[in-house]
């Protein structure tokens, strides 16, 4: 099946830094991305859809100015977590899928941020 | 709102005890029905889309069914291995996905 991989799985940083976070479609093309949030033992909460060649669509509720988002690519979406806080610590989580259908389809492995 | 409602929040089975979990959701305008599994710091790995009432798909020991208001994943002889959260997610008629909140599932040898 389809591979999305996401990189990197884990990542510390100190608050007030900033982290960068890619997602890759790797045997497809992906005009539309998702990132996702995770809390432990609730569920994925739509953050964004990155749009390639075009602005990333925020959730209600999501700051644009410190969840950026880049889709420079038809297989590269990157969420970049800015000035980060304790409180943006969670499990960050990318989607895509092949063709107009099965678009959520595809995970990946997610990311893991810290922020002390 | 759409509403996406599993249920139980978690299982413990013993190896071969068939059972189903259920996802009851609320939605407007269904363009697809989804399950995952999902295990502890993964990302959620695709299982199943299911498009209208009716519909049932199967994979190895899961098996995926749709009504107008609930999917059940039925896990038939379960095994150690399937334990995991199975997550169901709904997308609508402007293509939003809402997520539920999934399905703890222990298997015991």
């Known amino acids: 099946g389809a591979v999305v991989s996401q990189h990197p799985s884990r990542v510390i940083c100190k608050s007030g830094t900033s982290v960068k976070i890619e997602c890759r479609s790797l045997?497809?093309?992906?005009?539309?991305m998702f990132w996702y949030r995770q809390f432990p033992k609730q569920s994925l909460m739509l953050m964004a859809t990155?749009?390639?060649?075009?602005?990333?669509?925020?959730e209600q509720g999501v700051e644009k100015d410190k969840f950026l988002i880049n889709h420079a690519s038809l297989t590269l979406s990157t969420l970049t977590v800015t000035s980060a806080h304790p409180e943006d610590s969670s499990f960050y989580i990318c989607?895509?899928?092949?063709?107009?259908?099965?678009?959520?389809?595809?995970f990946g492995q997610g990311t893991r941020l810290t922020v002390v | 709102e759409d509403q996406v409602t599993q249920s139980p929040e978690a299982l413990r089975l013993q190896e071969g005890e068939s059972s189903s979990l259920n996802c009851s959701y609320t939605?407007?305008?269904?363009?697809?029905l989804f399950w995952y599994r999902q295990d502890p710091g993964k990302g959620p790995e695709f299982l199943f889309t299911?498009?209208?009432a009716g519909e049932e798909k199967e994979k190895e020991r899961l098996k995926a069914t749709l009504t107008k208001k609930e999917s059940f994943l039925h896990i038939t002889a379960p095994k150690p291995e399937d334990s995991a959260t199975y997550l169901c997610?709904?997308?609508?008629?402007?293509?939003?996905?809402?997520f539920g909140a999934g399905t703890r599932l222990t298997v015991k040898p």
């Open positions: 989607s895509a899928g092949p063709g107009q259908g099965n678009t959520e389809a595809f």
């Open positions: 045997d497809f093309q992906a005009t539309t």
């Open positions: 990155s749009n390639e060649g075009s602005k990333a669509t925020y």
């Open positions: 939605v407007s305008g269904l363009r697809g």
């Open positions: 299911l498009y209208s």
């Open positions: 997610a709904v997308k609508n008629n402007n293509n939003d996905m809402r």
